[in-house]
């Protein structure tokens, strides 16, 4: 499985992005995927996780109720809309597939199995 992480740029505190993971290889659709990011010179964490039976949800207290995540299996896609963004967002954003179990979250790094590149996010004030 490929996992190819879009949509990073700069915005301004306030502002809007949405970010797409497209996978490739096999679908995803059975998997959980999850998203995590990594701000300079901090370690990488926990975002937003979704199933792959049902699409339940999990979040970052740090990103409730500002960050969505979802996902299109028709497309082997998953989004993570962030809005109200704040500097403290500034990362580099990853997505990852968790092949264990489809109906169960997961926000431990070493339980994802495949990860894409990673885009970066940077968040003016």
């Known amino acids: 499985v490929q996992l190819q992480a879009s949509g990073g740029g700069l915005v301004q505190a306030g502002g809007s992005l949405r970010l797409s993971c497209v996978a490739s290889?096999?679908?995803?659709?059975?998997?959980?995927m999850g998203w995590f990011r990594q701000a300079p010179g901090k370690e990488r964490e926990f975002v937003a996780a979704?199933?792959?039976?049902?699409?339940?949800?999990s979040y970052a207290d740090s990103v409730k109720g500002r960050f969505t995540i979802s996902r299109d299996n028709a497309k082997n896609t998953v989004y993570l809309q962030m809005n109200s963004l704040k500097p403290e967002d500034t990362a580099v954003y990853y997505c990852?597939?968790?092949?264990?179990?489809?109906?169960?979250?997961?926000?431990?790094?070493?339980?994802?199995?495949?990860w894409g590149q990673g885009t970066l996010v940077t968040v003016s004030s």
């Open positions: 290889g096999r679908t995803v659709s059975s998997y959980a």
């Open positions: 979704i199933t792959g039976t049902f699409g339940i949800t």
């Open positions: 990852a597939a968790d092949t264990r179990v489809p109906y169960r979250t997961s926000r431990i790094l070493n339980e994802y199995t495949y």
